[in-house]
């Protein structure tokens, strides 16, 4: 058993090499990958579309076909984590995603580019389960609440800078520009992967088959005190990655403004975005936990009212519901994460599998769902968002009347 040490973390995975510091800043740069891998060719979806002679919802697919199989990468690695460690996994997984980047920016028709986005998201799969894994491994009780905070208050940086960049990098090449941009993220994270000394120890790998390991997956599942929080939790991605397919289209074909404009909009809500997790540390975490989850809800519906109301009439309003919205996402995540670990002993790298997983199959049924023609398309967000807020509450207040428990939230 590992020992504590009075801030919450576990001497035995102290870091020679890269150490807090280092470690913090590969774990930050492994949860900047998916923002990255989306956010960063965002500004060119429009012109993507007329240079492959293709519609919105096809282009649309090299996000949504990333998320699925990205989601299916977590499946795997992150039970195969348990039993090899975290290092090979981030290594095997970083190789993929380096070969994809490649592919992607080579790719001479849309559907190439689907594939190669598919394999991205299956190497990507295997860089995001572990990291969040290391996360348990290294930190614990409220200590392992801030750091999940804290990193991703940090890594919602990728999404302030990769429109910025991404639309920079439309102004001297083409599309092809941003998956050499991400060749070399990928690169530098290489490298630090093999600085990262590994933070599962013997004594907790998983001693069966890879066969025995993968029905890991479904003992996390089973745990019903697990799996209905995170299908609850998870319906938060719904109209958010909805937002991020749809994003550009708003801006650059609603109402009209440049690729670098709608960068700018973007980077600014994100670059807001990123004290959600700051303010749910300083004033949420001591908050009731059951009712944290249905003041989250409640505001996001009052979100979606905003974009049917106000979002649609100018680009400001459009940003200033968008940034109350980003707000909230950013505050549900590492509550969520958190309480879904504390419901779940041992399993880390299933239990980190199972958590993206169902996140990220939320979010591609978001984008596909905001990506289809009907009506206007600002109207579309915030009927799917108010709907899909309203239907959380219902399934939350139904969890709390069940008889299923629920560490810190039915203690």
């Not at 594939?115 to 295997?126: C, D, V, W």
């Not at 990262?196 to 004594?203: F, K, S």
Request: aromatic fraction near 14%; charged fraction near 10%; glycine fraction near 8%.
């Amino acid at each position: 058993m590992s020992e504590t040490d009075h801030a919450g973390v576990l001497t035995v995975n102290r870091q020679k090499i890269l150490g807090s510091t280092g470690l913090l800043a590969f774990i930050v740069l492994m949860n900047m990958f998916i923002p990255l891998s989306t956010d960063l060719y965002l500004p060119a979806l429009p012109k993507m579309n007329l240079y492959f002679h293709s519609s919105a919802a096809v282009t649309n697919m090299t996000l949504s076909v990333f998320f699925v199989c990205y989601a299916a990468g977590i499946l795997f690695w992150g039970p195969v984590s348990d039993k090899y460690g975290r290092k090979p996994v981030i290594i095997i997984g970083n190789a993929v995603y380096v070969l994809s980047c490649i592919a992607c920016a080579m790719s001479v028709n849309v559907y190439f580019l689907i594939l190669a986005r598919a394999f991205q998201g299956i190497g990507g799969g295997g860089i995001t389960s572990a990291s969040t894994a290391i996360i348990k491994d290294v930190y614990s009780g409220k200590r392992r609440e801030t750091i999940l905070a804290v990193t991703q208050s940090i890594s919602g940086l990728a999404p302030v800078l990769a429109p910025m960049i991404g639309a920079w990098i439309l102004l001297v090449t083409s599309w092809r520009g941003a998956f050499w941009a991400l060749l070399a993220v990928s690169l530098v994270n290489a490298l630090l992967a093999f600085l990262y000394e590994e933070t599962l120890t013997e004594e907790e790998k998983y001693r069966g088959s890879l066969r025995g390991v993968m029905s890991r997956l479904l003992i996390v599942l089973k745990n019903k005190s697990f799996s209905i929080p995170a299908v609850i939790f998870s319906l938060s991605s719904l109209p958010f990655m909805g937002f991020i397919s749809i994003s550009s289209y708003v801006y650059v074909d609603y109402f009209g403004l440049s690729e670098q404009v709608y960068s700018y909009y973007f980077a600014v809500c994100a670059l807001i975005s990123t004290m959600g997790p700051i303010i749910y540390v300083r004033f949420f975490t001591d908050f009731p936990k059951s009712r944290f989850v249905l003041w989250y809800y409640s505001l996001t519906s009052f979100c979606g009212l905003l974009f049917i109301f106000l979002g649609r009439l100018s680009p400001s309003l459009f940003f200033i519901s968008a940034v109350l919205f980003f707000l909230c996402y950013a505050m549900i995540r590492p509550f969520g994460i958190n309480l879904l670990f504390e419901q779940h002993d041992g399993d880390t790298g299933s239990a980190s599998a199972v958590i993206n997983t169902v996140f990220m199959v939320a979010g591609s049924i978001g984008m596909t769902v905001t990506a289809l023609p009907l009506g206007n398309i600002v109207v579309r967000l915030g009927i799917f968002t108010t709907c899909i807020a309203f239907a959380a509450i219902a399934a939350w207040y139904l969890f709390l009347k069940s008889a299923v428990p629920c560490k810190g939230v039915k203690d």
